[in-house]
């Protein structure tokens, strides 16, 4: 198993241009999430998803868009990029969430918007 | 509403001595805990879990953490530190099995040899 696979790992945007992040996962889980990293802030989470065709905002959605047409893939979509969304980004996953089965995070993507 | 607050963003401890990082949390639920690690340039992994049952929770590495209900505290502790301890350390709180995890600013650990 590859386990969760991001791509890119580094992107330079400029301020209003779009992009998609994307996320994979091969262990058949539900439940994926992404997360943006700050210094100082910790981890936050953006939206996450407990099935194929589900989504649903987590604490900072503003910005950021999301789909989940298969169970593998979970992209995320930046509609015009900004400065604050400079980040490292972190998709996760994992298998029965009411077990609180151990989340899986992918490597990250290191995103700069000048 | 849940938080988590750690306490000391920088920790630093010899080798060989006791590590020591602490958690204290906010649920209006009973919670699920968590304990993640980081190192440079890497996702995070987890370290161990509480959901219900014992407080006392063992998880890899040689950590381990107790959920404290009266005091609403999860600090993550290991007996005898090593180099390949150093890294940052996450808490994190769920009011459901993994769902909506709540993250604490970090801890990053430092090791003296």
């Known amino acids: 198993n590859a386990g969760v696979t991001q791509t890119p790992k580094f992107q330079v945007l400029k301020t209003g241009q779009s992009m998609t992040l994307q996320c994979a996962q091969d262990m058949n889980h539900e439940y994926m999430s992404w997360y943006r990293q700050d210094p100082g802030m910790g981890l936050r989470l953006i939206h996450y998803?407990?099935?194929?065709?589900?989504?649903d905002q987590g604490e900072v959605p503003n910005g950021y868009n999301v789909s989940r047409s298969t169970t593998e893939d979970f992209p995320l979509r930046l509609l015009s990029a900004a400065p604050s969304q400079t980040s490292v980004y972190f998709c996760?996953?994992?298998?029965?969430?009411?077990?609180?089965?151990?989340?899986?995070f992918g490597p990250g993507t290191r995103l700069t918007v000048l | 509403a849940q938080s988590v607050t750690q306490l000391g963003s920088h920790v630093s401890v010899s080798e060989g001595a006791l590590v020591l990082l602490r958690c204290n949390y906010s649920s209006s639920v009973p919670p699920y805990l968590f304990w993640y690690v980081q190192y440079p340039n890497q996702g995070l992994q987890l370290l161990l879990k509480y959901t219900t049952g014992a407080t006392l929770v063992k998880g890899i590495n040689g950590f381990e953490a107790e959920f404290k209900k009266s005091e609403t505290s999860f600090h993550l502790t290991k007996p005898s530190a090593h180099m390949s301890d150093a890294a940052e350390y996450f808490c994190?709180?769920?009011?459901?099995?993994?769902?909506?995890?709540?993250f604490g600013t970090g801890t990053r650990l430092t090791i003296i040899p």
């Open positions: 996760a996953s994992s298998g029965r969430r009411e077990d609180a089965d151990t989340q899986y």
């Open positions: 994190a709180v769920s009011p459901f099995g993994n769902e909506k995890l709540t």
């Open positions: 998803s407990v099935g194929a065709g589900i989504t």
